[in-house]
């Protein structure tokens, strides 16, 4: 069982604040989904979370099992189990999907010990085939030239491969047709378990009717302004998040 | 080459060989009476001749003489430059010509030949009056102005170079000649001896500038150079916009032109300097123009080269404080006969300093037009950034363009990116809009407007229906 | 070696003794040879050294280049073990070592593969249309003479009409001793429709100081394919010079890749002339730098008829304080109309203190073209690093996976597999020490 922690978190880009004090705990098995408006910083959670160098924590703390990770360094963080997928993933030329895998694969593993290559293809092949994509994808440059749902499958991919902790989910739904969706949610609900933790930062409810969430949570102008089951965020579908923004509005007065 | 046309009688029209052109329009000159005249030719007499005329002080005259030394010291750059620059004949130029008058502050005060001179140009009526409120060199000396007694209440000096220097020596000695020292080519050199008119404008801590202030370069005397000096200081967190545009009477041998412009702008202040020159085809047009950026300073040269035999320009930024900001916007027009060779330089010196440089060409029959580039970021600097895009529009087929960019970085923490594409008319869109009523001539004019129109746009209004009409103008009889 | 401040002369180690030593151990050439050879040290000797105010040096390092103590007159040395198979000619110091002989199948079909030497012999009228005979003008003709005059040996590949030539045919160049001075010269004649590769690997088989001076020389005839890979690994000290020039006839492809790793100081020159209709000329270089390397680069391609293509990328990756000096310029005739050219550089700058210098020309007479460039410089793009780092791979892994994804995109324009492999093997002994 694992845990992560967030504990009044304030996020700034430059010397702009945009996490205003947010605090959210996730268990192992549990499915969070965040929601709200765009700009509200939902991308930025997460980004700061997995250790952006843009992004400046200055306050606040960020706990896996117990421990800070804040003084790790990105790739540190992503070795302890956080997993961010993210909403526009970076086109690397020329670096083939195996060999990055391979090499993500490789940094986890002890100095000196060297990845048995037949067994890692069989798994790589394995995980495509369940989210259905062509192994002729392994030899191709990652993300480069790939289409919006081409892309988002190579995340969840990558998620299948290196097994974290906990994976936080930067609106996957975005610029996805809805068998691409369902592919993406068949993927990540074949993951979802005891050890899994997953945090879904979505603008829309679409998402959740095909990854039901534990936990569902109005994020407002850098905070968490309301949580919930999941029918909070049909709820929200049916009233908009100008009904938060009232009900904000009524309890701040 | 045509035969001298008389004193006072309009040139006639002249064929022209290749594609039709009548280069004529515009073209005419008056006989003008010349108070000073230095003779042709250069030697220390005639630098000693120009500023005794001037009553310069002693320091001014030491200055031209040292640079008469550098300029004959000086080889033409033909290691890299076009081989026409050897036809300068430099014995048969005048250094040195003035009308002899006192700058005019009113309308009525302007002599009659020189209302004519605007007249026969076809410049609208409401445009004269327009031209009422501009400092107007004409000839070697500034025979008209008024808009700096305007300006002048809010403390900023617009005058000539010489009773700039005369009169405010304290602001402007400090920066003249540091820009663009004497010796930086054969040409800037060959100015600092013989410099006269151009403007020298100081614009005071936070003053902005509301309207562009102008000044207009005519060359009208056969075999008369031009030698106009300019400097523009805008002190700190203070803005100005500088517009200059020429247009010239056809001369029969060549002529030259040589300008130096330099700019300083200190920090947090803002100078536009917009050009539109559209020289006749027998001018040399060698220019040499540079501005500092001081910190979080921004210099922008809006460059439109159109005419001229052979153009030699490359207006250029030293952005020499942090987040110093550079910019050139560049149109060059070569019809036949004409060589435009106009680019940029973008020397960064410290951190966080950008710079971008924008340049389009079009070619016309035998005409050709050449980009050079330099970007220069040396090491230690971190975060400066340059991006360089230039377009080239071959309009026949025995146009020519060249590009010859060089990009200098040092250290991983700079980026640069230049990207150059060549590319003709769209025969498809040419068709499309002639199967609409369109003659070919006036598709292309519309499509070479086109080309230019996002840079067009950054020109003032009265400037940009200019640049359309030239356009239009040069664009005649290009295709069939 | 001399020092940088002794004067350098205008002939160095290649003195009129040295030359007539040279030219009488080559007794058996036919007489149009000696006589080029004379001709051409005549040349050499008339011309001066570059100048810094030349602009075809613009930016090189001109002091360094000195040709004082060499060795032209060196015994063989061994040849080294060429990581693309064995050499079917191998040459050391220039003198050919061993050989291994060509397929009979390939023999009996007409395919040659031997020595200048022989070939002189053999083949003169094709050797003497094909050999030294573009002519230099990208700035270093002395040297082009230098290496006219003095080569006495190299290789000759000749594949005949129609024929395809199968695997890779490989050469390697080896210089040992100290001052050792080689010319090392291939020459490819692909006639109309054949198809050949071709591998020049250049090594030092120490790491002292040496001088080379190489060509190489390509015909490709009428809907010929012919694909050339030239991988320098001279030693740190070399200081080398290598011309390149690509004649493409009607409907050919040539396609060139030069990896530079080795050289103290290394110049390469790259000429390609489409010279008729439907000519395709691939044009790549990726130079692998690290201390104070510098690796100049000139090419020119000439579009001399309509509808013909060229396509130049060239990638540098730059470390410790080493330069590079791309200049490219692309020339279209004033009849070479629908001409489709492109040239690319791009650097990536891995240190603080490596310097890139990017010159990319047009000059463009004919107005139907579709001509681009572009050149950029800039570092490993952090979005992507952070990416990589965000799965758990370390920084210093991240920079090499993406320094090698940079290579890539040239390497992998390369048709042939275990060629890709090999130069990727080759950039990691570099890279990776």
Redesign the interface.
Known sequence: MSQLEIKNLHVAIGEKEIVKGLTLTIQSGEVHAIMGPNGTGKSTLSKAI????DYTITSGEVLLDGKSILEL???E???AGL??A?QY???????SIA??LR??QQ??MAEGEELDASAYYKRLYSKMDLLKIDRKFTSR?VNEGFSGGEKKRCEIL?MAM?EPKFSLMDETDSGLDIDALRIVADGVNTMRGPNLGVLLITHYQRLLDYIVPDHVHVMWDGRIVKSGDKSLALELEAKGYDWVKKELAAATA | MSQPPESGTLETTTENPVVGIDQTKGDFQYKMDYEFDAGTGLNENTVRYISSVKKEAPWILDFRLKALKTFLEKPMPTHWATKDLENINFDKIRYYLASGQKPKRTWDEVPDDIKKTFERLGIPEQERKFLAGVEAQFDSEAAYSNIKDLVAKQGVIFANSTEALREHPEIFRKFFGKVIPTGDNKFSALNSAVFSGGSFIYVPPGVKVAQPLQAYFRINAENFGQFERTLIIADEGSEVVYMEGCTAPKFSTSTLHSAVVELVALKGAKIQYITVQNWANNVFNLVTKRGVAHEEAEIKWIDCNIGSRLTMKYPGVVLKGRKARGEVISIALANDGQHQDTGAKMIHAADETTSNIVAKSISVGQGRSTYRGLVHIPKNLKGCKNNTECDALLINTNSRTDTYPAITVRGDRNATQHEASVSKVNEEMIFYMQQRGLTEGQAMSLAVNGFINDLARQFPMEYSVELKRLIDLEMEGSVG | MSTLTAPQTIVGSFTAEAFAAQLAKQKSAPAWWLDRKRAAYEKFVSLPLPKRTDESWRFSNITTLTLDGFNVGGRAGISTEAPFGPAHLAFANNTLTSRTPLVADLVGRGVIVTTLAEAAEKHTELLKAHFMAQPQKQGSEKFAALHTAFVADGAFVYVPRGVEAGAPIVITHSAAGAGAAVFPHTLVVAEENSKVTVVDYFVSADSAAHFACGANDLYAGHGAQLTYVAAQNWSRETLSFQFNSTVVRRDARVQSLNLHLGSRQARHESLSQLAAPGAFSEMLALTVTEGAQEFDQRTLQIHQAPNTKSDLLYKNALRDTAKTIFSGLIVVDPDAQKTDAYQSNRNLMLSDAAEAQSLPGLEIQANDVRCTHGATSSRI????E??????????A??DE??T??????VL?RLASEPLHDALRELIKTKFKK
């Open positions: 997995a250790g952006h160098p360094e990105a790739d963080r992503a070795r997993f961010l993210f993933p970076s086109e690397i030329p020329g670096v060999n990055f090499a993500a940094a986890r440059s990558q290196l | 793009d952090p979005e992507q952070f990416y990589l780092q965000s799965r758990g791979i370390r920084q892994m991240a996976l993406l090698f994804g940079f290579f890539e995109e992998n």
